[in-house]
């Protein structure tokens, strides 16, 4: 017969792995886990299925002498669907995901893709020329080209 402590002690060491697994999940995905705020679909429809808060926006940040480069990973979107601030040092890429529906027949019965308001931030490191800025968007990619200031710029030294 299971006793009232073993049953507790069960509990707590599942509690213990969903949190450890939790941790590892959000520490892994960096910042890319990213919370869509419930929006509406196309039309003003909601989505016929509750679709999940959180999704992933993976990007790559690389860096070169005179300007860094963001790729960032943003599928199911269109150009004029994204907000892009920098605000100091960092870039902030926002906007909406809206649900649209395909099918005229038949049902949705899983929703895995996350759709509604988000804002991802990504930290630069340097100083940049908003002004001289450019953004694309194709294949599901968002690219974002900086021109870092003057005096942020790395030199190359040689060595005689």
């Not at 038949?106 to 953004?135: C, H, N, Q, T």
């Amino acid at each position: 017969m299971l006793k009232m402590s073993d049953v507790a002690n069960s509990l707590n060491r599942t509690w213990e792995s969903l949190g450890e697994g939790w941790n590892h999940l959000v520490n892994r995905a960096g910042k890319a886990l990213t919370h869509f705020r419930a929006g509406e679909g196309a039309k003003g429809e909601a989505p016929p299925v509750a679709s999940p808060q959180w999704g992933l926006l993976s990007a790559d940040v690389f860096d070169d002498a005179d300007k860094v480069i963001v790729k960032l990973e943003a599928p199911g979107l269109e150009a004029d669907d994204f907000d892009i601030n920098v605000v100091e040092n960092t870039l902030i890429v926002s906007g909406e995901k809206r649900f649209e529906r395909e099918e005229k027949k038949g049902e949705y019965r899983l929703l895995e893709r996350a759709y509604g308001r988000f804002s991802r931030s990504i930290p630069l490191g340097y100083e940049v020329d908003v002004d001289s800025a450019k953004a694309r968007y194709k294949k599901g990619v968002l690219t974002v080209e900086l021109e870092k200031k003057p005096d942020q710029r790395r030199r190359h030294i040689k060595v005689v």
